[in-house]
């Protein structure tokens, strides 16, 4: 198990859980449980067991079906009810009855919160803390308390506030959870009031929302006010702006401030967790997020790529490769001559000063009319791979291509594709039907190759995306075509740019096709 000394508490699963658009199933929670348990986090809050039936079954399903290696599971709950005692409260039960080591408790430290929202007296609200933690202390649980709204609260109400956490801590809450809970505080105040809630003889920590785009400097200033116990979800999910984003929060204590949160080997792994967590929850990454995203070290400009060249820590404020991530060289107008050295190099070539020059004029040249490498790092290699080569060399070439959009008699459209191509000393020609041009297109072209390239067969077209290029407008606009393919392995995108938006998809579907073929082994002919 983690070090007791300082906690590292994911709340993705309930508060997480609470952003829009996000919806976990109870097998979604535990494969994401298991995810952060293999990075090592002290806590993980399954849900509010009690309050709805899916937290319930999470955790009825968490006693045989998670093995945790390193955290403990907690479960969510609030105070016992004004005026019951807490061993009669039936939700204060479904915490007990839970089989979760830690119950974290919610309470109100904001006065008006109080008064107005639970319509009790400030009296009674410390009852209900004390019996409450001392009640499930005695049934064998660790009691962990949030202290909801108290910053906000210390601002209307400081001797209140500081009271809740010194009740908390007296009926046997290991750790006070100040709460940041409408996310509106920066970094100095909040370091300064953590201060004073330190000063209470209480175990204090940190639960901060992003409402401000503070809550990790808000998080590691209470850090360094003396909090010891740091909450946050993974990929900063959460509700509105979301919380602070655990990832970043390990990474920057860890690589920064030198403390020794996760198990060795475990930042490593942090990318690979961070998308894979993803994956599950079907939201699209953010490319941007520090350490973990894709762009994150990602250089552009060729100033940058001529001193990467020199050394990558030059514009770099770590080594990617401490959390899992690489460097990416991106290919652009931009691009001065280190850029593209550097990118040949990424995908294993070793250019000439003169296919350095020949590519450097051809990417501007390209970018100038529309096209755009920094997104389609299959489209530059296959680029490259023509200029290394001196002449572009293609498994098929392509007679024709033909697309016919029909609307029937009973309002339903149908495309309908014809190819001609010419692959290994054959003339093909394939028709294919789709639900869209650039579908049809896909299948005709599958039909046409895939007898003598089986292995198209596992080629799948997984994402496309189509822009009106600055400065061009109506119908006879400048299209962009983006596409990303898969083959079970790894994905890669083309790019397209034509007048007509069927023809700007072809080039980027043949450009996918031909990158597949050469990513199964076949070489051009």
């Known amino acids: 198990m983690a070090d007791d000394r300082f906690h590292v508490y994911d709340t993705t699963l309930r508060d997480g859980a609470q952003q829009e658009g996000l919806n976990l199933t109870v097998a979604d929670k535990l494969a994401i449980a298991r995810h952060l348990d293999s990075l090592g986090v002290g806590f993980i809050e399954g849900g ?84 409450t933690v001392s009640h499930l202390r005695a049934e064998g649980q660790r009691v962990f308390l949030d202290a909801e709204h108290f910053f906000d609260g210390y601002k209307s109400n400081p001797a209140y506030a500081l009271e809740v956490v010194r009740t908390a801590a007296e009926a046997g809450a290991d750790v006070i959870a100040l709460c940041d809970t409408n996310g509106g505080m920066l970094p100095d105040e909040l370091g300064e009031v953590v201060q004073e809630a330190v000063r209470s003889s209480a175990r204090v920590g940190i639960h901060c929302h992003d409402d401000t785009g503070c809550a990790v400097a808000n998080t590691l200033a209470a850090v360094q006010a003396g909090a010891t116990h740091v909450q946050g979800c993974a990929n900063g999910y959460g509700e509105r702006s979301g919380n602070a984003n655990l990832f970043t929060v390990v990474a920057n204590l860890q690589l920064k401030r030198g403390f020794d949160l996760v198990p060795a080997g475990a930042l490593a792994d942090m990318t690979r967790i961070a998308h894979a967590i993803t994956e599950v929850t079907n939201v699209t990454p953010n490319s941007h997020a520090p350490y973990v995203g894709t762009s994150a070290f990602a250089h552009k400009a060729g100033l940058h790529a001529s001193a990467i060249k020199v050394d990558p820590n030059l514009y770099q404020h770590i080594d990617p490769a401490e959390v899992g991530n690489d460097m990416r060289m991106l290919v652009s107008d931009m691009a001065g001559r280190a850029s593209v050295e550097l990118k040949g190099r990424e995908l294993g070539y070793e250019l000439t000063p003169d296919h350095t020059k020949a590519l450097v004029k051809e990417v501007k040249n390209l970018e100038s009319q529309g096209y755009t490498f920094e997104a389609a790092d299959a489209s530059f290699e296959l680029l490259l791979r023509d200029t290394v080569r001196g002449e572009r060399r293609r498994h098929f070439e392509v007679e024709s291509w033909r697309v016919i959009v029909e609307r029937t008699k009973g309002g339903e459209l149908v495309s309908e594709a014809t190819v001609k191509v010419h692959a290994k000393g054959e003339r093909i020609v394939a028709t294919g039907e789709g639900n869209g041009p650039v579908n049809a297109l896909d299948k005709a072209v599958r039909l046409a190759l895939e007898q003598l390239y089986p292995e198209l067969a596992k080629l799948e077209l997984v994402d496309y995306k189509v822009r009106i290029l600055e400065g061009t407008h109506g119908t006879d606009a400048v299209t962009r075509v983006l596409i990303t393919s898969s083959d079970d392995r790894a994905e890669w995108s083309t790019v397209g740019v034509a007048e007509n938006i069927i023809d700007a998809s072809w080039q980027a579907l043949e450009q996918a096709v031909t990158y597949g073929l050469l990513r199964a082994g076949r070489e051009t002919l």
């Open 48 to 131: 509010w067991p009690g309050a709805n039936p899916k937290d319930t079954e999470f955790f009825r399903q968490a006693r045989t079906e998670l093995d945790l290696k390193h955290a403990r599971l907690a479960a969510f709950g609030a105070t016992r009810r004004a005026g019951v005692k807490a061993a009669d409260d039936p939700l204060v039960a479904a915490l007990r009855e839970s089989g979760a080591p830690v119950v974290t408790l919610v309470a109100k430290s904001h006065d008006r919160h109080v008064e107005l929202a639970l319509r009790t007296t400030l009296e009674e609200n410390l009852a209900m803390i004390r019996d």
